[in-house]
């Protein structure tokens, strides 16, 4: 029955397929040779249809996600991460840390940026509240592009709920990354600390770090401030 489940949402997700798309989808997640994206493969399906399909498979087990998690294609991955989100807030306890538990097993297929941003603060971000988040230190310091990413994007669920702390945190430790994806995550997490949380929190910590941030992690951080404010922070006169 539960294989008849994945034949049918990969027929689904076949079905509604563009070619277009797919093109498209490819280039703008970077699946060329050398790229963050190498070698990853896209049916041609967005976002929003991905989301109608998931919520009619809400009842498969972790094993049957585990499917899908081993897709080559993009799209499959992502539906049955989106699956895994849908399934966290109904779960009990013990569900709850059966599905925290498979999704950090999986940390290798959850390999690119939106897979990450749509999934870590809504499984790993309320899974560790109220208990100990050195796992996140820890995949903040992974050589693995994606892990580090959870970690930050996990601290998104935090920051939601007024709290920056730990978002500091892990960006303290993020400030040396190479990654260009890395600059742009933790200066999104910092701008929104300012969005959410203060802009004077957000500045308390700006003001320490900003002249050893790579550029483009400053400019996400500080997207939001008036521009004379920007300027300054950009000219290194704060």
């Not at 994945?6 to 997640?29: Q, W």
């Not at 009990?92 to 999934?119: A, G, H, P, R």
């Not at 935090?158 to 500091?168: P, Q």
Request: with cysteine; charged share 35%.
């Amino acid at each position: 029955m539960s294989e008849n489940k994945i034949k049918l949402i990969k027929s689904e997700l076949r079905g509604i397929a563009d070619k277009n798309k797919a093109t498209i989808l490819s280039r703008f997640f970077k699946t060329g040779l050398g790229q963050y994206g190498q070698g990853d493969k896209f049916l041609g399906v967005v976002v929003p249809e991905q989301r109608i399909i998931a919520r009619k498979f809400i009842d498969l087990k972790l094993g049957d996600l585990q499917k899908l998690l081993d897709s080559p294609y993009h799209e499959e991955r992502l539906t049955g991460l989106l699956i895994l989100v849908l399934k966290y807030p109904h779960a009990n306890k013990l569900e709850q840390k059966k599905i925290y538990n498979f999704y950090l097993k999986n940390t290798k297929k959850i390999n690119n940026w939106d897979l990450v941003d749509l999934t870590a603060e809504k499984i790993i971000g309320p899974y560790l509240e109220n208990k100990d988040k050195s796992i996140l230190f820890k995949l903040a310091r992974s050589k693995n592009l994606w892990e580090r990413r959870i970690a930050i994007l996990s601290t998104f669920y935090y920051i939601k709920k007024g709290e920056s702390e730990l978002t500091f945190q892990i960006s303290e430790l993020l400030l040396e990354d190479k990654q260009d994806l890395m600059h742009k995550a933790v200066g999104w997490m910092l701008r929104e600390v300012g969005k959410r949380c203060s802009e004077k929190t957000e500045e308390n910590f700006l003001k320490k770090y900003y002249k050893q941030m790579p550029r483009t992690m400053l400019r996400y951080a500080i997207e939001r401030f008036e521009e004379n404010k920007r300027l300054k922070y950009l000219n290194n006169k704060i």
